[in-house]
């Protein structure tokens, strides 16, 4: 033992020379070149350079990692049992039913159209005028909130004279909104819905009238609702197959759009959903056109709007020169994988949805008033205000 003070600590042999003998004044980088002498370059780069761009690849992009590694911890649903669709324009209704493996009704049903409507002026204007002819009645509720708890003005209140063609038939409703902030947006939309099963029963919907239950921009085409209202004996709950577009009938999807449907109405037991009620799906029974709109404003009002609106990680998604770049590449406005439960279909519809240059067998009026509704044909990616 020597004379003077003893200390038990260890020191570090590497930095002693410079630790021992620092000053106070720069004790502090004295250390910091201590710990720095422990490590290699590799180490250092690993530390200061790969983990924050990792933690910052994963902030960009951990949504898209989520959706890749989709199948490892979902599973797919349970897959519909598909009935075929038979039509052609010159074969009888009583043939036609026959073909299903339906008998033939002495008249056909009464038909109820029941949707929530938001901002959906033109795609309301095809569908009505498609389904027109055997529609009993239409029914149409609007709030002055959007599912996400935003002000809204009542769009079809104030466009009401452009849809004078159904006003015999129409029976119209406005829903306050609750304006709840922070909660779940697909509340208030349980919400409106639920709200109309009121404004079925004032329409005077009856036992065994058929009722559509889809989006506005889920169209059933015409044929199929004439079909289902003149033959007997159809399923009472059937979903629709509809062939899925995006941003116009230029970007065909796939044919994977299952949510609308069909019901035999019973009172005390049909409610009026947007979710999957029956395994049965109707082959190839019209179109579903989504985010279908001629003004940039409507795409950025419905992103904010809308159930999914926590898709919008980032304010430049809303810029409308991206938008405008986004739709005519065809690319995904949420810059979003595809939502697929197996490796090799998120694989095969990774990148921009391929243009198709088919415009057959689309709605009549869409195509009997082309001028006005160019946007949503092909080859016409353009939008007005972007």
């Not at 038979?86 to 038909?111: A, D």
């Not at 199929?224 to 941003?247: A, G, M, S, V």
Request: hydrophobic share 35%.
């Amino acid at each position: 033992m020597t004379d003077g003070y003893y200390s038990s600590k260890k020191t570090d042999d590497i930095c002693e020379d410079v630790c021992g003998q620092a000053s106070r004044v720069g004790l502090t980088m004295s250390r910091l070149r201590c710990m720095l002498r422990g490590f290699d370059l590799k180490t250092l780069f690993f530390v200061f350079v790969f983990i924050p761009v990792f933690i910052f690849g994963i902030y960009l992009h951990g949504q898209k990692i989520s959706y890749f590694l989709r199948p490892l911890w979902e599973s797919p649903p349970k897959p519909f049992s598909k009935i075929p669709h038979y039509y052609h324009e010159n074969v009888t209704m009583e043939r036609l039913c026959k073909l299903h493996g339906w008998g033939i009704r002495e008249s056909p049903r009464r038909v109820f159209d029941a949707v929530l409507f938001s901002t959906e002026e033109d795609i309301l204007t095809i569908r009505w005028k498609e389904l027109y002819p055997f529609i009993t009645q239409f029914v149409l509720l609007e709030s002055n909130s959007t599912f996400t708890g935003l002000p809204k003005p009542l769009f079809f209140a104030s466009n009401r004279h452009k849809f004078k063609f159904v006003e015999p038939r129409l029976t119209y409703g406005m829903i306050g909104g609750r304006f709840k902030k922070g909660e779940n947006p697909f509340v208030e939309e349980a919400y409106q819905r639920v709200a109309l099963d009121q404004l079925l029963r004032i329409a005077g919907i009856e036992d065994d009238d058929l009722l559509i239950m889809s989006d506005v921009d889920e169209i059933p085409s015409a044929h199929t609702i004439n079909l289902l209202r003149w033959c007997d004996d159809i399923p009472p709950i059937l979903h629709l197959q509809l062939r899925n577009y995006l941003y116009s009938f230029e970007y065909y999807v796939d044919n994977n759009s299952w949510r609308a449907s069909v019901h035999q109405y019973k009172r005390g037991k049909t409610r009026y959903a947007h979710y999957r009620q029956t395994d049965l799906l109707f082959s190839d029974a019209g179109w579903h056109c989504s985010f279908c709109f001629r003004y940039i404003r409507d795409f950025i009002f419905k992103m904010k709007a809308y159930s999914h609106y926590d898709r919008v990680r980032f304010s430049h998604y809303l810029n409308p020169k991206r938008i405008q770049d986004v739709i005519c590449k065809g690319a995904d406005l949420f810059d979003m994988l595809p939502e697929e439960y197996t490796f090799k279909e998120i694989i095969g519809k990774m990148g921009p949805v391929p243009h198709s240059y088919s415009a057959v067998h689309l709605p009549a009026y869409l195509l009997n008033n082309s001028e006005k509704y160019k946007y949503l044909l092909p080859g016409n990616c353009r939008r007005e205000g972007g």
